[in-house]
T-cell receptor
Framework: KNEVEQSPQNLTAQEGEFITINCSYS?????LHWLQQHPGGGIVSLFM?????KKHGRLIATINIQEKHSSLHITASHPRDSAVYIC???????????WGAGTKLIIKP | KAGVTQTPRYLIKTRGQQVTLSCSPI?????VSWYQQTPGQGLQFLFE???????NKGNFPGRFSGRQFSNSRSEMNVSTLELGDSALYLC??????????????FGPGTRLTVL
């Protein structure tokens, strides 16, 4: 079993829909990252969390440390949100980043 | 502030050759991490350098090596290339080492194709 599991693997939605991507992990962590990767390959860091909730524009990230679970939400989704969203955790045993497999999101106009 | 830059952006090599990739971090950042991304394996950690010292290393063979210079620029080298080394190689910089809670900023990557 992977130490970081994301669901769903693929998600297709209509413009305007509310999107939720989930991330579960099994190791102790010092931080959790949500990143976005567009087809060209560039990765952009969206959030870094160690507790609670963060909001940036239409994006919201939450983390529940006890349940070892995080969610990324996108409100009023738009075709430009189409990308792969990756969850990564910083393991507190060796400080390495452990990556989820990513969720490929397609928003149709 | 300029972002993380990686050169070259694209590279084609043949089996058995060696390759050197370069990463220039954001000015002031002292930590550089390298990752390999392949369709089948996703993102995998290669190594991290901080203040010219390797601080962390992933599970890759000795053919993969790196170094960091006094200006924080980093290079990674892959010797005796194999077909399976074809991947997107990403570098990320951060202000402090990975042991501290800090954000990483990614470069655009170098796409290596081994024929």
């Amino acid at each position: 079993k992977n130490e970081v599991e994301q669901s769903p693997q693929n998600l297709t939605a209509q413009e305007g829909e509310f999107i939720t991507i989930n991330c579960s992990y099994s190791v102790g962590i010092s931080a959790l990252h949500w990143l976005q990767q567009h087809p060209g390959g560039g990765i952009v860091s969206l959030f870094m969390l160690s507790s609670g909730k963060k909001k940036h524009g239409r994006l919201i990230a939450t983390i529940n440390i006890q349940e070892k679970h995080s969610s990324l939400h996108i409100t009023a989704s738009h075709p430009r949100d189409s990308a792969v969203y990756i969850c990564a955790v910083r393991a507190d045993s060796n400080y390495q980043l452990i990556w989820g497999a990513g969720t490929k999101l397609i928003i149709k106009p | 502030k300029a972002g993380v830059t990686q050169t070259p952006r694209y590279l084609i090599k043949t089996r058995g050759q060696q390759v050197t990739l370069s990463c220039s971090p954001i000015s002031g950042h002292r930590s550089v991490s390298w990752y390999q991304q392949t369709p089948g394996q996703g993102l995998q950690f290669l190594f991290e350098y901080f203040s010219e010292t390797q601080r962390n290393k992933g599970n890759f063979p000795g053919r993969f090596s790196g170094r960091q210079f006094s200006n924080s620029r980093s290079e990674m080298n892959v010797s005796t290339l194999e077909l399976g080394d074809s991947a997107l190689y990403l570098c990320a910089s951060s202000l402090r080492s990975s042991g501290n809670y800090n954000e990483q900023f990614f470069g655009p990557g170098t796409r290596l194709t081994v024929l």
